[in-house]
């Protein structure tokens, strides 16, 4: 028997920066996705998956269509079979169960981190890490992360083909959340190309206090399109600076490093600074428009600052870029509703040293960092307080440290 623990993940700073190249600190949490797995006796037979969400059972066969509805679990399930598949050849029939203690649909990347725990169960069972082409494609924990995503996007990584993923166009932020951080820091990462620059610490004192707002951040119909519209934004942009100049730039992070001639990602940009105007010029009108300036921001001034921040012991500034990157959300990124807005405010009011919208956005949840020993009298006043104003949601409070990365299961 073979398994996977993965946690899910708190995007501290760094919203919808990842699938244009760009910066964020991230960490894992200590709720997680655990996948148990055994091959079968019978090789004709289907794959089989249990779940403990509700106990559900699904039989799939790989690059089969298992006429499943468009949000239900089994289809991420049934996206890993079909690239293993695509990419290394036949998978020997296994017996799947996936257990879960990490909210679905809340924002810290349950989805994610159940294909993520499938993917690498399975590369166990079938001893693909023995393959000269993983070890030739897959050479680390960041690799790796690329290539969990990339199974979830549908994208190429490398030498492997891509193939229809999820239908979101995220970027690697969740996988590398999950698979490449270190256990009780936040990990300063660069996705063009993907790099952790290193780690920051939070004061001892505090940990984090999660509210789910029961708002679910789902991936699927027309929340799918509304996540989407972010990604195709920014990569209009791009194309329109390539077609522009004549250059084959590949990240909105890459073109405003080469243009602020600031290649250290670890030093902030001026925002401001006159050479970004080339790049604002190709930008069309609109959303666009806003989604570029968020990006520079958000990814090249508040996520380097945060990490120098921390990094130097200044909390109170840490604060105050965390309460920039909200309001950016806001105005600009466009992906909060006003549960999490709310949430945000409350927690400020409340007390909390710093509070963030996080995850995909168009609901999930909000992260607030507080004392420990203030922890679960915060989280009960949180909860109480947003269901009062919102009855007709039901909010769940987690209060987590930095968690471990992902890990094998021991039998």
């Not at 969740?174 to 620059?197: C, I, K, Q, R, Y």
């Not at 925002?271 to 990814?299: H, K």
């Not at 508040?302 to 921390?310: F, G, I, R």
Request: glycine share 10%.
């Amino acid at each position: 028997m073979k398994g996977w623990r993965v946690p899910g993940r708190i995007e501290v700073l760094g919203k919808h920066t990842d699938y244009a190249g760009g910066q964020v600190l991230v960490s894992a949490v200590e709720r997680s996705v655990s996948v148990r797995g055994r091959n079968k006796s019978d090789a004709s037979s289907p794959f089989s998956i249990r779940t403990s969400l509700g106990g559900e059972r699904a039989d799939l066969v790989p690059l089969q269509d298992p006429r499943l509805s468009k949000g239900h679990w089994a289809r991420y399930v049934q996206t890993v079979l079909d690239r293993l598949t695509t990419n290394f050849g036949p998978l020997a029939p296994a017996e799947l169960t996936i257990d879960s203690d990490l909210p679905p649909a809340s924002g810290m990347s349950s989805s994610s981190a159940v294909l993520t725990a499938v993917a690498l169960t399975l590369a166990d069972l079938n001893d693909l890490p023995s393959r000269e082409e993983w070890k030739q494609g897959i050479k680390d924990r960041v690799d790796l992360a690329g290539y969990a995503a990339s199974i979830e996007n549908g994208k190429r990584f490398k030498n492997f083909a891509g193939l229809a993923g999820v239908g979101t166009s995220g970027g690697s932020l969740d996988h590398t959340g999950m698979l490449a951080t270190e256990p009780g820091s936040l990990s300063h990462v660069v996705f063009d190309p993907p790099t952790v620059l290193g780690t920051a610490s939070l004061p001892e004192d505090l940990t984090f206090v999660v509210a789910v707002s029961g708002v679910l951040a789902e991936k699927t119909g027309a929340a799918r399109e509304a996540y989407n519209r972010g990604p195709a934004a920014l990569g209009a942009v791009l194309e329109a600076w390539n077609e522009r100049t004549g250059r084959e730039d590949s990240s909105l992070h890459r073109v405003v490093r080469d243009l602020t001639g600031i290649a250290d990602p670890a030093q902030p940009v001026d925002r401001f600074s006159r050479e970004l105007d080339a790049l604002r010029r190709v930008t069309p009108d609109g959303y666009a428009s806003a989604r570029l300036e968020q990006f520079i921001e958000e990814s090249e001034v508040l996520v380097p600052e945060a990490a120098a921040a921390l990094a130097r012991g200044d909390f109170d500034a840490f604060s105050a870029i965390v309460g920039r990157s909200q309001d950016l959300a806001e105005r600009k990124l466009g992906n909060q509703v006003p549960e999490t807005i709310d949430l945000a405010r409350s927690a400020r009011a409340l007390g909390a040293r710093a509070a963030s919208a996080f995850g995909a956005g168009f609901g999930g949840s909000v992260w607030a960092l507080v004392s420990h020993a203030d922890a679960a009298t915060f989280a009960q006043q949180w909860e109480h307080d947003y269901e009062v104003k919102y009855p007709h949601r039901s909010a769940v409070t987690i209060v987590s440290d930095p968690g471990e990365p992902a890990k094998q299961i021991e039998f």
